[in-house]
């Protein structure tokens, strides 16, 4: 079993749904929680990162940790089709200057 | 600010050959990581450094696999020889709390 659980995609929802992604861990030392958007043939780019549980809110991303239950959501509000990538969630045991553990990620796609 | 830069973007080579990647990190960041991204999954880590300390290579294939960061800023990563399974994304992140990463160098073995 991975130690990050990320749900399959493909996703495809239309353009100004609200999309919620997640993810399930099994590590109880994970501390630090981190939401990458990846274009095809580019490198992942940080969205989110948290180090608490509960909520975090950035423009139209909020990410949601619940330590209690090791899950981790990322919710979009208002998808656009620009917003059409592969999701990654990621962990890590501290500040994040050690490895991080990633999911397998999450393709979405927001028709227009 | 320039983010990480990566180079080459695309490598194709026949096996058995040689392939070396470069980083140059965001300036700064004195951690500087390797990661291997197969198609359809995550970033693995291959070795950290930490300054030009590797403290973290448990991952990296050391038959086939080595990296060095001179002077604590650009990092090469070098396989030699290259096998067919090793086509992959080879990304390049650094760091001074929160990870960035390159672009990536997408290998494909022959």
């Known amino acids: 079993q991975k130690e990050v659980e990320q749900d399959p995609g493909p996703l495809s929802v239309p353009e100004g749904a609200i999309v919620s992604l997640n993810c399930t861990y099994s590590n109880s030392a994970f501390q630090y929680f981190m939401w990458y958007r990846q274009y095809s043939r580019k490198g992942p780019e940080l969205l989110m990162y948290t180090y608490s549980s509960g909520n975090k809110e950035d423009g139209r991303f909020t990410a949601q940790v619940d330590k209690s239950s090791k899950y981790i959501s990322l919710f979009i509000r208002d998808s656009q089709p620009s917003d059409s990538a592969t999701y990654l969630c990621?962990?890590?045991?501290?500040?994040?200057?050690?490895?991080?553990?990633f999911g397998s990620g999450t393709r979405l796609q927001v028709q227009p | 600010e320039a983010g990480v830069v990566q180079s080459p973007r695309y490598k194709i080579i026949e096996k058995k050959q040689p392939v070396a990647f470069w980083c140059n990190p965001i300036s700064g960041h004195n951690t500087l990581y390797w990661y291997l991204q197969n198609l359809g999954q995550g970033p693995e880590l291959l070795i950290r450094?930490?300054?030009?300390?590797?403290?973290?290579d448990s991952q990296l294939p050391k038959d086939r696999f080595s990296a060095e960061r001179l002077k604590g800023v650009d990092s090469t990563l070098k396989i030699q020889p290259a096998e067919l399974g090793d086509s992959a994304v080879y990304l390049c992140?650094?760091?001074?709390?929160?990870?960035?990463f390159g672009p990536g160098t997408r290998l494909t073995v022959t």
């Open positions: 990621a962990t890590g045991e501290d500040t994040g200057r050690r490895a991080l553990t």
């Open positions: 992140a650094s760091s001074l709390g929160e990870q960035y």
């Open positions: 450094y930490e300054n030009e300390e590797a403290v973290d």
